[in-house]
């Protein structure tokens, strides 16, 4: 867990939002068109980008911005919460192309839009 924050921490982040006038070090903040930053994002080399926020990756799903699908399953049956995905205009077609289990009952699925990879 501590490895994890120290690599999170060091990290930059970007932080979407209408409201913040600012945001926390290592971090800038974005207020404008959430599409036109993640592909000029997407455009620059580093690797793989993340998505915090049930909120914020509805908003990347409904625009088409999101390539794969990282789920970490850990099944709890509560009788209720919050979905897991929104309600979409379109179907996201979705490959599995990858899969794993973790000690404790975790399994994370790995999915490629069908739409980003043909």
Request: aromatic share 10%; proline share 5%.
């Amino acid at each position: 867990m501590k490895q994890y924050a120290r690599l999170w921490k060091s990290m930059p982040k970007v932080v979407f939002s209408k409201t913040l006038k600012q945001v926390g070090w290592n971090a800038r903040l974005v207020s404008g068109n959430i599409a036109e930053e993640v592909n000029k994002l997407k455009e620059q080399p580093g690797g793989d980008m993340s998505v915090s926020g049930a909120g914020l990756a509805s908003s990347f799903m409904q625009l088409g911005l999101i390539d794969e699908f990282w789920l970490y399953v850990r099944p709890i049956i509560l009788g209720g919460g919050k979905p897991m995905f929104p309600t979409l205009r379109d179907k996201i077609t979705l490959k599995l192309v990858e899969t794993h289990k973790f000690d404790g009952g975790v399994v994370l699925l790995r999915y490629q839009s069908a739409e980003a990879h043909p």
